[in-house]
């Protein structure tokens, strides 16, 4: 059977990888081709880079970062950050990436998911949602969190999925950087939603947090974090060695 | 040395990228002379089978593949690469493949309960068949590898030497003489994945 991917995210800014609590106050943590090769040996199951770099020169040290780490670790790697056009899906996927991940790219032109996956085929095509609860309903927002889109977060990611979006990384704001577990009733939502694979992210502060995610939600397919194992509060094979313990099936 | 089959399909930034990490000298190449004239040959893809095999075809890749394959050179297809050896896939109509190993390609809604996911995306386990195939010389059975596809080759008995369960006994990897292939990706399965291209590259 199919296991339970963990991914460790690495958030990269000027070369350098970064995490932001609630996505605010950003901390330098490691160099991201040695953190990138560490975790493949260590067990993680995927990786995803985010380019948060704004400027030109930025963007193509991340490029060569990119190519740097996908020439040494040889394990799925999704990128994200920066893409708005068919041809930022070009760019890094040139660089070694397999899959890409749109986020407020695909909210100023939703067309790009279709674009993106004619061209690349579905699988390669990652909608990442930044959803919030505002009212009581869930919101999607763009800019890293910052903007509320004002859109209802379960249509949205309904409509990406039947453009051709083959995978969902749904991060709540509500959650990310208290480290409280995961947010199940908005993966939920999401996974009554859609029959893609949805990835979950926000809010991880131990190993127990995947245990209870994997077990309330059998159809979540992937658990992602960044601080807990940048800092080593949580390290994979411990990790996987808790799953396994708890009977969800995981690669070790 | 490797020759990787560069027929406009798919990217092949990893799998240069792993047999550099093993210490091999890969090259790409578009040219069938080059093909028919290879050591060991990967034939890689990724996308829809129909494009692909005309591609293939448009350039004269056929051709030396089949003569390539004739002749005893090992040749190794990774993902759509593997499926397009077979007889022919019913992906988006009814398209011929090279015929290498008999087979189909079908559609893996046809075999798995409703309710699971497609494509089958993820790390799976490694169930071994048949006498053991000289690509697994360094593989446990249970090991995993990563599976990213929505069809499936419905391939003959003798000719699976791997299957990965996903509701069904899906083929995971073929073998008929010096013709392998895989429906994972090597490139793209950690350890266990460069100890299989290595296998390759030692055969």
Known sequence: ???????????????????????????????????????????????????ITASAEGRALFTDILTETASQVFIPLTVGGGINT???????LKCGADKVSVNSGAIRHPDLVREAARKYGDQCVVLSADVKRVDGVFHVFAKGGREDTGMEAIGWIRRCVDMGAGEIVVNSIDTDGVKNGFD???????????????????????A????????????????????????????????????????????? | MITIVDYGVGN????????????????????????????????PGVGAFGDAAEKLRSIGMDQALLAAARKGTPLLGICLGMQLLFDRSFEYGEHA???????????????????LKIPHIGWNALRFHGPACPLFRDVREGECVYFVHSFYAAAHD????????????????????????????????????????????EM
């Open chain 1, 86 to 92: 068919v041809d930022d899906f070009d760019r890094v």
């Open chain 1, 1 to 51: 059977m199919i296991t339970k991917r963990i991914i460790p995210c690495l958030d990269v800014r000027d070369g350098r990888v970064v995490k932001g609590v609630n996505f605010q106050g950003l901390a330098d943590v490691n160099s991201p081709v040695e953190l990138a090769k560490y975790y493949s040996d260590n067990g993680a199951d995927e990786l995803v880079f985010y380019d």
């Open chain 2, 97 to 115: 493949g090279l015929g290498l190993i008999p087979g189909n390609v079908r559609p893996i809604a046809d075999v798995i309960p409703s309710g």
């Open chain 2, 12 to 43: 092949l930034f990893s799998l240069r990228s792993s047999f550099g990490s093993l210490g091999e000298r890969a090259r790409v190449s578009g040219d069938p002379e080059e093909i028919l004239n290879a050591e060991k040959i990967i034939l």
């Open chain 1, 184 to 206: 199940l009733e908005m993966l939920a939502a999401v996974c009554d939603a859609v029959s893609v694979p949805v990835i979950a992210s926000g809010g991880a502060g131990n």
């Open chain 2, 158 to 201: 003798p000719f699976v030497t791997a299957t990965a369960e996903y509701g069904a006994d899906l083929t995971a990897a073929v073998r008929r003489d010096n013709v392998f292939g895989c429906q994972f990706h090597p490139e793209k399965s950690g350890g266990v994945g460069l100890r299989i291209l290595k296998a390759f590259c």
């Open chain 1, 208 to 252: 127990r947090h995947f245990v209870d995610l994997f077990r309330a939600l059998p159809k979540v397919d992937a658990g992602l974090a960044a601080s807990i194992f940048h800092f080593g509060e949580v390290r994979i094979p411990d990790l996987k060695k808790e799953l396994a313990e708890n009977g969800i099936i995981v690669r070790r």
